[in-house]
């Protein structure tokens, strides 16, 4: 049998690969402590757990879900994003629950990606951004994220051309694998490009709770105009330690939600009602747990700064998201780094190419590691080199 083009140019998904090479590793005996993978380590907080077993003994929670989700769901969100943002959303036409938002960042290319179209997309990036519009038959547009230009892309370096052709444009803050930040003014900025050449934008803010001294990220829809020309793809997965169960969201421009709906409702059958019960709770309930986990991921993150200085590795210490982005010693790219330090070491980083290439140069560590292993992990980087702590 022969698969169709599409899926047979796919590269390999980024963490399949260095899943593997771990796997391989831990079968030859090695210990090997990875930072690569942005997974929560902590469980999900308990009140959203017990709100999931009740909805679950729920029969009415045993039928297909609808694919827009449960009106309480969608109040919920929009609860929230006001609270949080003091963003006022239309829960009836503003708001779509996702099956994490991985799922609704790939489908929305299928909705404004015609074959030949083109999306912008940052490099580096999460890599589905891109992947989606390739499935759909669009190119992807690189917008390189530079360290000079704070990883922002600049929006003045696209072609007129490009940006005359351009249906969909991405953006990422805080960022997924660099750790920038932006604020309103950089948001404006994107607002006004996407009026002048009419480009649907489409903001992934999922580590908007993921912050560290005092520092909180603005939404995108924060920005004058900003429902006028795009959607925030949000998701319950890292601000409540939810990735397991797969629920996101879509905010924003009614028109463009409504798109998604309609592509979604022929495609899957919505998100299990428990799931949502278990959602609402998240959204609705006590948030110290936010406070208490970004408390943890900043003293990880001290950690690990303090530990790449000892062994002459430079990272900005980032201000939000998960990760450290971290420049490569001299002589190496990405990808041998990586390797020398799985090697030598037996620690596991994410080579910033892995990302696109202008992420050459840098590795991508995670703060999601278990403390337990976080200080084994510590002392086999402190000992790359030699250096002893
Ligand atoms: C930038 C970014 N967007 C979206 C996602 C997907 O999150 P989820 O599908 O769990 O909501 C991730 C996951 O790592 C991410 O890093």
């Known amino acids: 049998m022969k698969i169709a083009r599409r899926v047979a140019n796919l590269p390999p998904y980024l ?18 402590i990875s930072f690569a993978i942005g997974d929560p380590d902590a469980p999900t907080p308990q009140h959203i757990i017990e709100r999931l077993c009740r909805a679950a003994r729920e029969p009415a929670n045993h039928h297909y879900p609808e694919t827009e989700g449960l009106p309480e769901l969608r109040r919920s969100i929009a609860g929230w994003y006001q609270k949080r943002f003091g963003v006022s959303l239309d829960p009836d036409r503003e708001v779509l629950p996702l099956i994490g938002s991985k799922e609704g960042i790939g489908h929305i290319a299928w909705c404004y990606i015609d ?44 072609p007129e051309d490009i940006a005359k052709k351009t249906k969909l444009l991405w953006i990422n803050y805080p960022n997924n694998p660099t750790g920038a930040t932006a604020d309103i003014g950089f948001f404006d900025r994107v607002v006004q490009f996407a009026r002048k050449y009419d480009i649907a934008v489409c903001h992934d803010g999922p580590y908007s709770e993921v912050a560290f001294d005092g520092y909180k990220p603005v939404s995108f829809l924060e920005a004058d105009g900003a429902r006028e020309v795009g959607v925030e793809f949000h998701s319950l997965s890292k601000s409540y330690n939810m990735t397991g169960w797969r629920i996101g969201m879509a905010v924003g421009n009614a028109d463009m939600i409504n798109a998604l709906k309609i592509f979604k409702s022929n495609l899957d059958s919505g998100i299990p009602q428990a799931i949502q019960h278990a959602a609402i709770e998240a959204l609705s309930g006590p948030q110290d747990c936010i406070e208490k986990h970004n408390d943890i991921y900043q003293r990880r993150r001290d950690l690990i700064i303090e530990t790449l200085a000892d062994i002459g590795i430079k990272a900005v210490t980032p201000r939000a998201s998960l ?11 990405s990808v041998e780094f990586a390797a020398d330090l799985l090697e030598q070491v037996g620690v596991v ?12 140069g840098y590795i991508r560590l995670s703060l999601t590691i278990p403390d337990a292993s976080l200080l084994k992990g510590l002392n086999k980087l402190a000992a790359w080199r030699g250096v002893k702590r």
């Open 15 to 32: 963490f399949v690969e260095i899943s593997k090479k771990i796997a391989a590793k831990r079968a030859g005996g090695e210990e090997v």
């Open 115 to 158: 074959p030949g179209d083109t999306a912008l997309v940052p490099d580096p990036a999460y890599p589905v951004y891109a992947i989606g519009t390739t499935l759909a038959g669009g190119e992807p547009y690189y917008m390189p994220l530079t360290e000079e230009n704070n990883f922002l892309p600049d929006l003045d370096a696209i």
């Open 323 to 333: 990760y450290i982005w971290a420049g490569v010693p001299k002589g190496y790219t």
């Open 349 to 360: 980083v994410t080579p910033g190419t892995g990302y696109g290439p202008h992420g050459e």
